[in-house]
């Protein structure tokens, strides 16, 4: 377990960001999984500024999203897909064949679960996954209580989420939305994770993840026992330690 704690936000964006980038530099062809939410936001920026004013060959590399909400369309601007499209994959100019993300309108979503699994099997894998940190220690949409052995599937969402989904998307009651996400038996088996907490309200969750057992009721406690995982925290986060 490699644990790296940054003395401000600052710090935090650059170090995290230069991962991905290091990464794409020894690896062309890399497979990146990214994550959305307020921590990855800066990460992101601040590697589309750096290919702006520096660019380097993002040509062979695939980018895909560790999850996504179901059963809204996926151009609002909360959704995984345009965060993602928007702080970084149009700015770098990825197409649509090196940006894997799950379709959130489908009749079957378990098909498309096989898809969006199959489709990283056949790039060989994940080389590198970014991780954020729920509050209650999610990891994507796998909640406490998900087993390890999980693989991509949907979850439920939890009501204070689905409900602030509903009306940024004005989706009337009826169909319930999803997470969409990597299992946990999936992010096990990238080859390198790096999970990323910043603020003093993580502060809690990061000690129960790094310092507590290892148990389904903190799903981010497994990232003790991955071979090749890094926690990048802001002083905040790593106050309880
Ligand atoms: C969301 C997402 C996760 C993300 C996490 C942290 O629920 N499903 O993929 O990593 O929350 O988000 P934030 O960085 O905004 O705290």
């Not at 439920?156 to 989706?171: F, G, H, Q, V």
Request: charge should be negative; hydrophobic fraction near 40%; glycine fraction near 8%.
């Amino acid at each position: 377990m490699k644990i790296t704690i940054t003395n401000n936000e600052t710090e935090f964006d650059c170090i995290a960001a230069w991962r991905i980038i290091s990464e794409i530099l020894s690896n062309p062809g890399a497979v990146i999984g990214l994550s959305t939410g307020k921590t990855t936001k800066n990460i992101h920026l601040n590697i589309s500024c750096i290919y702006k004013q520096f660019p380097f060959d993002v040509s062979q590399v695939t980018f895909f999203g560790v999850d996504e909400v179901t059963n809204v369309p996926r151009d609002y601007p909360g959704a995984c897909y345009t965060m993602l499209k928007t702080e970084l994959i149009d700015i770098l100019g990825i197409n649509d064949e090196h940006f894997i993300m799950p379709h959130t309108l489908s009749d079957n979503f378990e098909r498309e679960c096989r898809i969006f699994q199959e489709a990283l099997k056949e790039r060989r894998g994940i080389d590198l996954q970014m991780l954020g940190l729920g509050l209650n220690g999610h990891l994507g949409f796998n909640q406490p209580g998900t087993p390890f052995e999980s693989e991509t599937w949907v979850s439920e969402m939890d009501e204070a989420l689905e409900s602030r989904i509903r009306k940024e998307t004005n989706t009337l009651p009826g169909k319930k939305l999803g997470g969409f996400t990597l299992g946990i038996k999936n992010l096990m088996h990238a080859r390198k994770i790096i999970l990323v907490a910043k603020g003093k309200d993580k502060a809690e969750i990061v000690e129960k993840m790094l310092q507590g057992p290892v148990t389904t009721d903190i799903p981010a406690s497994i990232l003790q026992l991955h071979p090749n995982c890094e926690f990048i925290l802001d002083v905040d986060s790593a106050s309880l330690l």
